[in-house]
């Protein structure tokens, strides 16, 4: 009974992937799956601005540049930025303060550039012309999602993390203030009764910084789908969450059956030791 039915199923094909990247050590991460993927027997195309950094030609993609209004030194100067901002040792309300003005530039920067992807007239015709099997892509910018909604295509999440716990609230994964450490709070999901006062305020702080994050994104969501709609909707629509976390360098969290923990992925190769 089960021979019949094996010959009756067709093997599994190579699809055809569109990959929309965010720049700096996110692209790093993205271009090892990309490799296997190219080894699978997967077409790729990779999708970037002009002002590309670390993106590059490759034998395993297909290269395909738009251009944007902003120049790379520009770019190379916000990315450098990020580091020192995030992880000092600054009173909170201080890092508080200097990351919410990284929000604000980089907000401007990114959606200038996706204004620039989803209004180029030619790229959306070769997109919508390609038959596209899924976009691959990295929802901290969340212009693939935009695309990916707008041509009805399956989107699979690259990721570590998204500001505001976005993508948790957006998977309707739990997420209680009490338990999970919100993003730069330096938690651990072991709190004292302070502790978790403390990640409880950042909490409710992170509803004022995360509009002023993403609220350049939502508005130009909704004028390009011709609909309202928010981040956490947006990315609701994922297919697969590929999450670059592992519970043993992090800490345990309830999760949504479409997400998987890749932490391993940035893990370099490394020879055996020598007896």
Same mark, same amino acid.
């Given at each position: ?24 050590s996110?692209?790093?991460?993205? =271009? ?29 993609? *297909? ?14 100067a916000?990315? =450098? ?5 995030? +992880?000092?040792?600054?009173p909170?309300?201080? =890092? ?7 929000f =604000? ?14 209004y180029?007239?030619e ?9 596209? *099997? ?5 929802? +901290? ?6 695309i ?26 739990? *997420? ?7 993003? +730069?709070?330096?938690l ?19 509803s ?5 994050? +993403? ?33 043993a ?5 309830p ?15 490394k ?5």
């Amino acid at each position: 009974l089960l021979l019949p039915l094996l010959c009756c199923l067709s093997p599994a094909s190579a699809g055809k992937l569109l990959v929309i990247p965010m720049e700096g050590s996110h692209w790093l991460s993205m =271009r090892e799956v990309l490799a296997e993927l190219s080894k699978r027997g997967h077409e790729i195309v990779v999708l970037a601005p002009d002002n590309k950094i670390l993106i590059d030609s490759s034998d395993i993609y *297909d290269l395909k540049t738009y251009p944007v209004p902003i120049k790379k030194e520009e770019m190379e100067a916000l990315i =450098r930025s990020f580091g020192p901002r995030c +992880f000092s040792e600054d009173p909170f309300l201080i =890092r508080f303060w200097n990351v919410l003005k990284y929000f =604000r530039k980089s907000a401007s920067l990114f959606e200038a550039t996706c204004r620039s992807l989803l209004y180029n007239k030619e790229v959306m015709k070769y997109i919508q012309g390609s038959k596209f *099997d899924a976009i691959f892509t990295d929802p +901290f910018n969340p212009c693939g999602q935009i695309i990916a909604v707008h041509f009805s295509i399956p989107s699979v999440f690259f990721m570590r993390g998204v500001p505001c716990n976005i993508d948790i609230q957006a998977a309707q994964s739990p *997420d209680p203030p009490s338990y999970v450490p919100r993003m +730069f709070s330096l938690l651990t999901d072991h709190m004292t009764f302070s502790q978790r006062v403390k990640n409880f305020l950042i909490f409710l702080s992170e509803s004022f910084s995360c509009s002023v994050a +993403f609220s350049p994104f939502e508005e130009l969501a909704s004028e390009f789908l011709r609909r309202p709609v928010t981040m956490t909707q947006l990315l609701s629509h994922g297919s697969v969450w590929l999450k670059r976390l592992d519970f043993a360098f992090d800490y345990p969290m309830p999760v949504m059956p479409n997400m998987v923990f890749i932490g391993g992925i940035n893990c370099g190769h490394k020879k055996a030791l020598s007896e």
